[in-house]
């Protein structure tokens, strides 16, 4: 399967807002969606996000289907924030974060110069552990439910 990736648009509101509203994609994420995710919600927080000079929000597609996001947040100058999700639940356990995720990583090694990227999961979150631990993050921190983890450029 080939996986690409590229910065969010407006319209891509009108597929993320029903992963948005599935409680499986966002169990173990620092999200918790009380109220129904409406269109108009979405469409307004994708102008936010893609307006943000310290974000780079990107839609993933997996043979031109556009099946999940990934992010940096956070960006500073020297570190970033990381965060993924596959919506498209058909499309887990295929590689596709995996693929994504190593793109989305040259992108703030080599192209923003970054020397490290952190993130945040959910102790029970495991394949987002696993994924994780694959790319190269590395526990820095951790309470009772989440680890903190950084990955250094080489
Ligand atoms: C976590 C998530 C992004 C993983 O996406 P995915 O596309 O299914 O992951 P991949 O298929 O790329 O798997 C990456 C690696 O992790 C491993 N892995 C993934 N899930 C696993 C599991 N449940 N058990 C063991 N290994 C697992 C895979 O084997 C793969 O390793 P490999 O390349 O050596 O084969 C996806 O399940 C998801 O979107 N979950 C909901 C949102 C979420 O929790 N996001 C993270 C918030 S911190």
């Given amino acids: 399967m080939k996986v690409t990736i590229r910065p969010l648009v407006e319209s891509d509101a009108y597929t993320s807002v029903k992963w948005r509203n599935d409680p499986e994609v ?10 129904e995710i409406k ?14 000079p310290t974000d780079y929000r990107c839609a993933i597609l997996a043979d031109d289907v556009y099946v999940g996001n990934i992010y940096l947040t956070d960006i500073d100058g020297t570190s ?11 499309y887990w356990g295929k590689g596709v974060a995996k693929q994504a995720s190593l793109q989305i990583l040259d992108y703030a090694f080599n192209k923003l110069k970054l020397t490290s990227v952190a993130l945040r999961v959910r102790k029970a979150n495991i394949s987002a552990l696993m994924l994780y631990k694959k790319l190269g993050f590395v526990e820095e921190k951790a309470d009772d439910t989440w680890i903190s983890m950084r ?3 080489e």
């Fill in 80 to 90: 970033a924030h990381y965060h993924i999700f596959i919506g498209n639940k058909e």
């Fill in 39 to 52: 269109i108009e919600n979405e469409l307004e927080w994708i102008r936010k996000v893609t307006a943000s």
């Fill in 151 to 153: 990955v250094v450029a």
């Fill in 26 to 35: 966002f169990k173990y994420t620092g999200n918790t969606y009380k109220n």
